[in-house]
């Protein structure tokens, strides 16, 4: 496996499911949609990839549930799709991905679409904002609330700071008991730390446990499109409540593609670890020791 193979798949498999590319043999991996678990494809990577690009083999699975010849029809999807994201030179698994999933939501009924959606409270409030990017779980919170005063300043948790590339990555977690605390603890956050209110993206999430049971999860990308969302699964994964999360990227020249959804979730991993939110088991346990020295 080269180098720019074996980060890519290290980068996929962090970003998404820890099996979304799984290896077969010689250079040929199973590749498993995020959206579709029940059906996997076969991807064959030339030794010289990403100067050359892979080939959809075939279906790998099909699950029984599956419609007869839709695994066909995926096939011809991601091999049309490939046709037109890959760039010689550049990996391109994530764009492949990325792309096949919207343009299957794009054909999607909006019926079914509802179906496949995970009830996270009770109630939902409205549709976000036009301005933002803040996906909404929870309690009707489209009402007028009070601001909230923060009484003292937030309790910040850092992570280990994470280069790559000249990028600089730095994540810091704080408990959070309302949405409003946590919004001004953002608010407190940006207006006293000029270094942080400098950086290209501060990627946000929050999840909060209300009164009677209403649950909140929101995120913000900031302008790196799909993080907050990727760092709010992180938190829904790590079981993590009553907690909020601020990653700051400070943008170092160069892309880094999907590398930097890894970084990402490696600095709110390490934060929330470090903060005491994530029981001390596995690998996390040696993310809280680590917090501990």
């Known amino acids: 496996m080269s180098d720019e ?3 890519e798949v290290i980068s996929i498999n962090s970003i998404y499911d820890e099996n979304t590319l799984s290896f077969l043999s010689g250079h040929v991996y199973a590749l498993t949609l995020p959206t579709l678990p029940a059906i996997s494809f076969r991807v064959d990577f030339p030794v010289d ?19 007869k010849g839709e695994g066909s029809h995926l ?9 037109e994201i890959y760039v010689i030179g550049a990996p391109c698994v994530f764009d492949l991905v990325e792309e096949v999933q919207q343009r299957l939501q794009q054909l999607q009924p909006e019926s079914s679409a509802e179906q496949h959606e995970e009830p996270q409270a009770a109630q939902r409030d409205g549709q976000p904002s036009s301005d933002s990017d803040l996906q909404r779980h929870g309690g009707s919170s489209d009402a007028p609330q009070p601001q909230c005063e923060l009484e ?4 910040w948790v850092l992570s280990d700071v994470l280069s790559e590339k000249k990028s600089i990555f730095l994540a810091r977690c704080a408990p959070v008991s309302s949405v409003l605390q946590a919004k001004a603890h953002l608010a407190h956050l940006l207006s006293t730390d000029k270094k942080v209110s400098k950086a290209t993206h501060n990627i946000t999430a929050w999840r909060i446990r209300g009164d009677h049971g209403v649950q909140y999860q929101d995120c913000d990308d900031d ?6 969302g990727r ?3 992180l938190m829904e994964l790590m079981g993590v409540w009553d907690a909020m999360v601020v990653v700051s990227r400070w943008y170092g020249g160069v892309q880094l593609g999907p590398d930097r959804f890894r ?12 903060g005491g939110f994530v029981e ?10 680590k917090g501990k020295r």
Not at 49 to 67: H, M, N
Not at 223 to 228: D, F, I, V
């Open 5 to 7: 193979l074996n980060d």
């Open 49 to 67: 990839y990403p100067d050359a690009p892979p080939s959809i083999l075939g279906t790998q699975t099909v699950g029984e549930s599956t419609a």
């Open 75 to 83: 096939v011809d999807l991601i091999r049309h799709v490939l046709a």
């Open 152 to 155: 003292e300043p937030p309790l």
């Open 223 to 228: 302008g790196e499109t799909a993080a907050g």
């Open 231 to 233: 760092v709010l699964h």
């Open 263 to 274: 970084l990402i979730n490696q600095g709110a991993r390490d934060a929330l670890v470090k």
């Open 280 to 289: 001390e088991t596995g690998k996390d346990a040696g993310g809280k020791k």
